[in-house]
């Protein structure tokens, strides 16, 4: 069975960066799209940024030329490299996978706390 982990996120002050990185396990169809969303408290859950298999990305107007999402595609692995953070970027980030065959695989989401 298909799994995602999630780790790399945590407290730090604007300004600063981290980087998180969600890694899959198990057996999975070839694998499309993967993206990073995020939750603020109260509101709703939304992308933040994706990149299909071709490497084509895809950004939020908020985190444009701050944020940028890579993947490993030999270990079922991407990336949210986040630069200059903002208080407005606090939330649970989730990534999300999507394989060829249409079924969609969420990872638990990881914390960033971004404090002004």
């Known amino acids: 069975r298909f799994s995602l982990q999630a780790s790399g996120g945590g407290l730090v002050q604007a300004g600063e960066s981290l980087r998180l990185s969600c890694a899959g396990s198990g057996l999975i169809f070839s694998i499309n799209t993967m993206s990073w969303y995020r939750q603020a408290p109260g509101k709703q859950r939304e992308l933040v940024a994706a990149i299909d298999s071709g490497h084509r990305t895809n950004y939020a107007d908020s985190v444009k030329g701050r944020f940028a999402i890579s993947r490993d595609n030999a270990k079922n692995t991407v990336y949210l490299q986040m630069n200059s953070l903002k208080p407005e970027d606090t939330g649970v980030y989730h990534c999300?996978?999507?394989?060829?065959?249409?079924?969609?695989?969420w990872g638990k989401g990881t914390q960033v706390t971004v404090s002004s």
């Open positions: 999300k996978v999507e394989p060829y065959n249409g079924i969609e695989y």
